[in-house]
């Protein structure tokens, strides 16, 4: 919670350094325009603030109050000496047609940006059960075990094979596959902290990494997610049980692709036990 807290502070801090030195970007362009006149033309220069400030913080709204400040700026800045001669609505015109240009700008810049967001969760979601894939798993777990190492944290990792799986996908289809492995996801979301990260490794195969936890603690947390787990599977009459390998580092000095090995080999192990179980270690 504390780190979340962290964060938070963080990225509201950073908001406000990104709105501030828009805001700054276009006071600077607007004194030039100001001061060199209708010399230079600066229309193409008010689209730096506008860019700069979506690219970082996401929202039309947002980009709907900087396009506005962009027009006054430019319709002060305009209005020395350019319409002496002119009709008084002339300015408000051209006010009006830049700040349409700006919210074109605007609209196609943030739907660039959210397709792009769009493909980049994409590429870090698992197609069929919607939690976090492989790639996502070894990028952001590999942070939080590399912070857990930095403060001297605990960190476990907990490997989890669905015993009977192939059967499932045998004799009701792989239909009934996939919605046996999103019901998984969802148990497994549904009972972990938010800070913890769960994946789905390929197959029946899935990961919880419990950072700044230790191997009592961890062991508890997958003791009960097994039970729902089993509870679910019986309610849904379904022959599945679950192998899992909890690898815990009190004093962790290893990355997360060396943990999850140690994972792995305890899943293998308890499944040589005779599966559905919990094979644990403490491995510092």
Not at 6 to 25: A, D, E, F, G, Q
Not at 80 to 91: E, I
């Amino acid at each position: 919670m504390v780190t979340k807290e962290k964060n938070n502070i963080r990225n509201i801090l950073n908001s406000v350094s990104i709105t501030v030195l828009s805001l700054v970007l276009v006071a600077l362009i607007g004194l030039a325009d100001y001061s060199i006149g209708k010399k230079l033309s600066f229309s193409v220069f008010y689209l730096i603030p506008i860019l700069f400030l979506l690219w970082f913080q996401s929202g039309r709204t947002a980009g709907f109050l900087i396009s506005a400040i962009c027009t006054l700026v430019w319709f002060m800045a305009d209005t020395k000496n350019s319409y002496a001669d002119a009709h008084f609505l002339v300015p408000y015109w051209n006010a009006f047609v830049r700040f349409s240009v700006f919210m074109v700008f605007v609209f196609l810049l943030t739907s660039l940006k959210r397709s792009l967001m769009n493909e980049k969760i994409k590429a870090r979601t698992d197609f069929i059960t919607g939690i976090s894939n492989s790639q996502s798993f070894f990028e952001d777990g590999g942070k939080e075990v590399k912070r857990c190492i930095r403060y001297k944290h605990p960190v476990s990792i907990a490997y989890l094979d669905c015993d009977n799986f192939k059967m499932i996908n045998d004799t009701l289809g792989h239909k009934a596959g996939d919605e046996l492995l999103r019901l998984i996801a969802r148990l497994l979301l549904g009972n972990i902290r938010e800070n913890d990260l769960a994946a789905r490794l390929g197959g029946d195969e899935f990961v919880i990494l419990f950072p700044e936890t230790n191997d009592k603690s961890a062991v508890k947390v997958m003791s009960r997610i097994q039970k729902v787990l089993l509870s679910t599977m019986i309610k849904n009459k379904l022959d599945v049980t679950f192998s899992i390998g909890l690898a815990s580092y009190n004093h962790p000095t290893k990355l997360l692709e060396e943990i999850l090995n140690k994972a792995d080999d305890l899943m293998y192990l308890a499944k040589k036990k005779g599966k559905n179980r919990i094979c644990s270690k403490i491995f510092n």
